[in-house]
């Protein structure tokens, strides 16, 4: 054996003969090394769990092997010893669970008939991990992956967290919606809930009441990519085609929604158009018009919506008219094509996959989006809030929140495979490594006036929009008494000096559970993400496709999908971390995968996969060749994650609303909470807090990337790879 | 460091399959050691593959690869002691000259003195001395190209591999660096397999040649060889130009045939062929052109005639079809109309199966 797989096997000892297996109350040692902080071996040894004696014999059998040498043979065994220990890990993890739980014919099989043992902790984990390298381990000796240890390990503890944290909680929701309260299957149930009227019901059309919440999502989605489609179009053929003033400005605008916290838009509409708004009673004053609530309904989560997703849309757009090469447009005009001729016949044919693409994203934003609905939605109900007042409501009914989760999981999945399968094949915008010298066609007249006219009103819009959210904060009550005050930031953010530092205001536990979650969550997001992005663009292996099918699916879970599939995931054994500050930690990082493996696969691809095989030539494995040839180059597209992952995990609320608790509260949840209680002025001075600290953090970071030099002649690398990329909510 | 001296490269019936696509198809060649064989085919007949095969950047589907009479077949490129100079050269670019040439040692884990002392000692023999302290980016494209000798270098690996590393350097450039290539390797004594589609670079460097067309190979042995007796109309073709021919052998006699050439009589070695129809490559250099020549020549009329310095390109129309013609320039410029014949000459003319 390589030292590396005695290292494996000795971490596994220490996780079950020496650290506690179960996952500790209140961090308690009280009966060590038996009881509820007992290690597997004692607790094997004293015969109280005798379903844990598989997985030390495991342990055992691969000691035996230690000193043979790492031939195929001595491979083949680590690999059933591995694969063994895990069968015989998950098959005790999941049948003996709380009393009256899990799997009893399991159970019984392993000697815990009728037991129960609680979730797992840090001595499972430890030697779950020792198992599976030993297996990752058996597998490289074999010869997979050319013999390289470090590859097979990682992919392995990438598939296992995957597994574990994306499909796992993912395929407890179907379960969930599938069984009843006793643990039967009940298929009438389930189809009776799918079927319900409540999500499919036409009443708005026939009768006069409200329509199903699956049509509403759907009829909301449609509008919504449909207007962002538009705005982002216009913006993007003025900015990229047009002498047009304040272009710097306008692409600035793309920042906006990625330090946003997605409900702060529809919070600041709720200030100027509500029944109390400013502009509502600037009308009532002026012109009589009757104050009204028609800012609660679709009218307003459309509005607050397209507010918040037409700058990603602009950002999409300038990418595929920026990538339709100019010379095309020459060429037709060399062949008598007139300006609006060239525009019709070529540039508006290659730029629809691209507008095809752009809608499907504010449509999937759209779905996904919760906080807007929330803040706004009043009666007129979508699936993402459905979910969350079937969950946390007071019907509590967690089999009607599976089934509607399901049905949007359906809706996202099926606009990511359209995008995915249909456009993937149909972009022609793809920019070639050929200089193109050719100059952009300008826009014709007509186009030019109208594109003026959709955008001007919105980028009014938004201006007014975050000069609220900024001043709102200062005065007492937005829309009624406009005197100034400092009165929401001394309940949210004074601090005592009279004994010593203490953080008085309301806010302060929030925000620093916030950012220290994020401070942890941003560094594994990014090396999970950086990893798998290697794996997917270096390595060849059996389940390839597959592994990047999953991860790529991820992008499509919506937030409220995930937080709910967590809550039921991990609310038992052996699995049992709901309530911690590490189910936040999770839910962060695998939420945020995505935005690590994409800026991953951006910046490996500007690495020449050349450099990856002159350093094996030279001798190095990969392990070196990533630390010292593929790191070092990736730097920026690291930083690009590190800070997207820190900032999506302060701005998220549709995920962590279910998780945070109240020890552990965050300040988007808090924020939410405030609003709920009507209390706009702290929850506004809040929202504005949190902007400026992640568009300094932001700028902060760019700073850094921006002077990076890399052997100079790569310092393109930093640009491309730190384009923000679309934030979800 | 021991040094390990050059090797032998040997293939055994390797076969590289990507799914349905063969790169590669049942090789097999032995390169000797301190030898430089060169890999020459056309683009995508599967020589780069067969190069990074050697390499352990791909591993084969099929057949062994034998290093230094050992067999590597499964190995990792890190494994094996064989270096690569890249198309791209593949230089980090975050590293400086010295840190580039330092990385095999240094990886190896040498202490860092050890390793740069190695890594100047290489430096200085590829003449780059008193650039260590430069980027990638601040070199030329042939001073790049000597970076990433240098480095190959630098471990004295048994075998060297270069992947067309003159394609990124011009016209004359390429002349000298690969003189230069050829001269190291003869100096230091080292295996080498050379990747390339230039066939007058493949002649200019080899000890010998193999020549790949779709997968698999379609000759080996010397430059000479090659040229002068070509195993069939793709060799002919490929290295050097030839007017590739239908003829139609009369009679074959103490390893001699007698060949019909439209109304021209040839009398050329057999090659083991029967009497019967054939093919006979024609080398332009090998078609002589006279006003009024010897009996036994071919009628023709000039078609195109382009004046190239030293010499003059013709197509001509004959009765046997359409041939290429190289004449040295002489006083009377042939141009287009002129009716000559083309008398042949006694080298550069072979029957082909």
Not at chain 1, 185 to 195: C, G, M, S
Not at chain 1, 526 to 532: C, D, R
Not at chain 1, 557 to 570: K, N
């Given at each position: 054996m390589r030292p590396s797989t005695r290292l494996a096997l000795l971490a596994g000892w220490l996780g079950y003969a020496l650290i506690p297996w179960y996952l500790p109350e209140g961090w308690g040692l009280a009966g060590y090394p038996f009881g509820r902080a007992g290690t597997a071996l004692a607790l094997v040894l004293s015969g109280a769990s005798p379903w844990l004696m598989p997985i030390g014999l495991a342990l055992v059998v691969a000691t035996l092997l230690s000193g043979r040498a790492e031939t195929a043979g001595t491979g083949r065994a680590l690999v059933w010893i591995g694969l063994l220990g895990l069968v015989a890990f998950f098959a005790q993890g999941f049948a003996v669970t709380l009393p009256e739980q899990g799997i009893p014919w399991l159970a019984a099989l392993l000697g815990g008939a009728g037991q129960s043992q609680p979730g797992m902790g840090f001595g499972a984990l430890l030697t779950l991990f020792s198992l599976l390298l030993l297996m990752?381990?058996?597998?490289?000796?074999?010869?997979?992956?050319?013999?390289?240890?470090?590859?097979?390990?990682?992919?392995?503890?990438?598939?296992?967290?995957?597994?574990?944290?994306?499909?796992?909680?993912?395929?407890?929701?179907?379960?969930?919606?599938?069984?009843?309260?006793?643990?039967?299957?009940?298929?009438?149930?389930?189809?009776?809930?799918?079927?319900?009227?409540?999500?499919?019901?036409?009443?708005?059309?026939?009768?006069?009441?409200?329509?199903?919440?699956?049509?509403?999502?759907?009829?909301?989605?449609?509008?919504?990519?449909?207007?962002?489609?538009?705005?982002?179009?216009?913006?993007?053929?003025?900015?990229?085609?047009?002498?047009?003033?304040?272009?710097?400005?306008?692409?600035?605008?793309?920042?906006?929604?990625?330090?946003?916290?997605?409900?702060?838009?529809?919070?600041?509409?709720?200030?100027?158009?509500?029944?109390?708004?400013?502009?509502?009673?600037?009308?009532?004053?002026?012109?009589?018009?009757?104050?009204?609530?028609?800012?609660?309904?679709?009218?307003?989560?459309?509005?607050?919506?397209?507010?918040?997703?037409?700058?990603?849309?602009?950002?999409?757009?300038?990418?595929?008219?920026?990538?339709?090469?100019?010379?095309?447009?020459?060429?037709?005009?060399?062949?008598?094509?007139?300006?609006?001729?060239?525009?019709?016949?070529?540039?508006?044919?290659?730029?629809?996959?691209?507008?095809?693409?752009?809608?499907?994203?504010?449509?999937?934003?759209?779905?996904?989006?919760?906080?807007?609905?929330?803040?706004?939605?009043?009666?007129?109900?979508?699936?993402?809030?459905?979910?969350?007042?079937?969950?946390?409501?007071?019907?509590?009914?967690?089999?009607?929140?599976?089934?509607?989760?399901?049905?949007?999981?359906?809706?996202?999945?099926?606009?990511?495979?359209?995008?995915?399968?249909?456009?993937?094949?149909?972009?022609?915008?793809?920019?070639?490594?050929?200089?193109?010298?050719?100059?952009?066609?300008?826009?014709?007249?007509?186009?030019?006036?109208?594109?003026?006219?959709?955008?001007?009103?919105?980028?009014?819009?938004?201006?007014?929009?975050?000069?609220?959210?900024?001043?709102?904060?200062?005065?007492?009550?937005?829309?009624?008494?406009?005197?100034?005050?400092?009165?929401?930031?001394?309940?949210?953010?004074?601090?005592?000096?009279?004994?010593?530092?203490?953080?008085?205001?309301?806010?302060?536990?929030?925000?620093?559970?916030?950012?220290?979650?994020?401070?942890?969550?941003?560094?594994?997001?990014?090396?999970?993400?950086?990893?798998?992005?290697?794996?997917?663009?270096?390595?060849?292996?059996?389940?390839?496709?597959?592994?990047?099918?999953?991860?790529?699916?991820?992008?499509?879970?919506?937030?409220?999908?995930?937080?709910?599939?967590?809550?039921?995931?991990?609310?038992?054994?052996?699995?049992?971390?709901?309530?911690?500050?590490?189910?936040?930690?999770?839910?962060?990082?695998?939420?945020?995968?995505?935005?690590?493996?994409?800026s991953g696969i951006a910046g490996l691809a500007q690495i020449d996969k050349s450099l990856d095989e002159a350093s094996a030539t030279l001798r190095a494995r990969s392990f070196t060749t990533l630390r010292r040839v593929v790191l070092p180059l990736l730097k920026p597209a690291l930083v690009a994650a590190l800070v997207y992952s820190f900032v999506r995990s302060i701005t998220s609320v549709s995920a962590v609303i279910f998780l945070v608790s109240a020890e552990y509260n965050l300040a988007t949840a808090y924020i939410v909470g405030r609003v709920e209680a009507g209390e706009f002025g702290l929850a506004i001075a809040y929202s504005s807090v949190l902007i400026v600290v992640m568009a300094a953090g932001i700028a902060l970071i760019q700073l850094g990337v921006g002077e990076r030099k890399l052997g100079r002649r790569h310092v393109a690398l930093a640009s491309s790879a730190a384009e923000p990329s679309p934030s979800r909510t | 460091m021991p040094k390990a001296g050059p090797a032998s490269v040997e293939f055994r019936h390797v076969s590289m399959r990507y799914g349905a696509v063969t790169a590669v198809d049942d090789v097999s060649f032995t390169i000797e050691a301190g030898q430089l064989v060169t890999l020459l085919g056309p683009s995508g007949c599967g020589k780069t593959t067969t190069l990074r095969m050697i390499a352990g950047l791909e591993i084969a589907s099929e057949g062994q690869v034998l290093i230094g009479g050992k067999d590597v077949t499964r190995l990792s490129a890190a494994d094996r002691d064989v270096s690569m100079v890249f198309q791209s050269y593949a230089l980090f670019p975050h590293m400086s000259v010295l840190e580039n040439a330092a990385y095999g040692p240094t990886v190896k884990g040498l202490s860092k003195a050890q390793a740069q002392e190695m890594a100047l000692e290489k430096l200085a023999l590829v003449g780059l001395k008193g650039f260590e302290k430069r980027y990638p980016s601040e070199l030329s494209g042939g001073q790049q190209q000597r970076v990433a000798v240098a480095r190959a270098l630098v471990l004295e690996p048994q075998v060297l591999l270069f992947d067309e590393p003159l394609s990124n350097l011009d016209a004359k450039l390429r002349r000298r660096v690969r003189q230069e290539i050829r001269d190291l390797q003869q100096a230091l004594n080292l295996t080498v397999a050379y990747v390339t589609h230039d066939q007058e670079e493949a002649l200019a460097v080899s000890d010998r040649i193999i020549v790949m067309s779709n997968a698999r190979v379609a000759q080996q042995g010397t430059p000479r060889e090659l040229y002068e007796a070509p195993a069939d109309a793709f060799v002919a073709d490929f290295i050097g130009d030839a007017n590739l021919l239908d003829v139609t052998i009369t009679a074959v006699a103490d390893g001699r045939a007698e060949v019909a050439l439209g109304p021209a009589r040839l009398s050329l070695p057999s090659r083991g062929l029967p009497a019967g129809a054939a093919k006979i490559a024609i080398r332009p250099h090998s078609l002589l052109v006279t006003r009024s020549g010897p009996e036994n020549a071919l009628p023709g009329t000039i078609r195109k005639s382009s004046y190239l310095g030293n010499h003059v390109d013709l197509i001509v129309d004959t009765p046997v079809g359409e041939l290429f013609v190289i004449s040295p320039h002489n006083e009377h410029l042939p141009t287009a109309g002129d009716a000559i014949r083309l008398a042949f000459a006694d080298t550069g003319i072979v029957l082909v199966p």
């Open positions: 990752c381990h058996g597998l490289a000796y074999r010869g997979v992956c050319r013999g390289d240890i470090f590859t097979t390990s990682t992919i392995g503890v990438v598939v296992l967290l995957i597994g574990l944290f994306i499909f796992f909680p993912v395929a407890t929701i179907l379960r969930s919606a599938l069984i009843d309260q006793n643990g039967a299957l009940a298929l009438a149930d389930f189809v009776e809930r799918l079927f319900s009227p409540t999500i499919w019901g036409l009443g708005c059309i026939s009768a006069g009441t409200n329509c199903g919440v699956a049509w509403n999502t759907l009829i909301l989605a449609v509008l919504t990519g449909v207007i962002t489609t538009l705005l982002g179009l216009a913006c993007a053929l003025l900015v990229l085609r047009t002498g047009m003033p304040g272009k710097r400005l306008m692409r600035a605008m793309t920042v906006l929604p990625i330090i946003t916290p997605p409900f702060v838009i529809g919070l600041a509409l709720i200030l100027l158009f509500g029944r109390s708004g400013a502009v509502t009673g600037l009308m009532a004053d002026w012109f009589g018009i009757p104050r009204s609530r028609w800012i609660y309904g679709l009218p307003g989560v459309l509005l607050a919506q397209v507010l918040a997703f037409a700058p990603i849309a602009f950002l999409v757009l300038m990418g595929v008219v920026q990538g339709i090469a100019p010379s095309l447009e020459e060429a037709a005009q060399t062949l008598g094509a007139k300006r609006w001729t060239t525009f019709r016949t070529v540039t508006w044919p290659l730029l629809r996959p691209g507008l095809a693409n752009a809608f499907l994203l504010g449509f999937v934003e759209s779905m996904a989006d919760f906080g807007n609905p929330l803040v706004l939605g009043g009666n007129f109900e979508v699936l993402s809030t459905k979910i969350f007042f079937a969950v946390v409501g007071a019907a509590h009914n967690q089999g009607q929140a599976a089934v509607l989760a399901i049905v949007l999981l359906v809706f996202t999945l099926g606009a990511f495979w359209v995008q995915q399968g249909w456009l993937g094949s149909r972009s022609y915008t793809t920019v070639s490594g050929k200089g193109d010298s050719g100059l952009p066609a300008k826009l014709p007249t007509s186009a030019t006036v109208l594109s003026a006219i959709v955008i001007v009103p919105w980028v009014l819009l938004t201006a007014v929009i975050y000069a609220v959210i900024l001043v709102g904060g200062f005065v007492k009550t937005m829309g009624r008494d406009h005197t100034p005050t400092l009165e929401h930031y001394r309940t949210g953010f004074a601090i005592d000096f009279s004994h010593g530092l203490y953080f008085e205001g309301a806010a302060w536990p929030s925000l620093f559970t916030t950012l220290k979650v994020a401070a942890i969550s941003a560094p594994l997001t990014a090396l999970i993400g950086l990893l798998t992005a290697y794996l997917l663009t270096r390595q060849h292996f059996a389940g390839r496709r597959l592994l990047e099918f999953t991860t790529m699916l991820s992008f499509a879970i919506p937030g409220t999908v995930l937080g709910v599939a967590y809550i039921l995931a991990f609310n038992v054994p052996p699995v049992e971390i709901t309530g911690t500050g590490l189910i936040l930690v999770l839910a962060f990082v695998f939420r945020n995968m995505p935005v690590g493996v994409r | -």
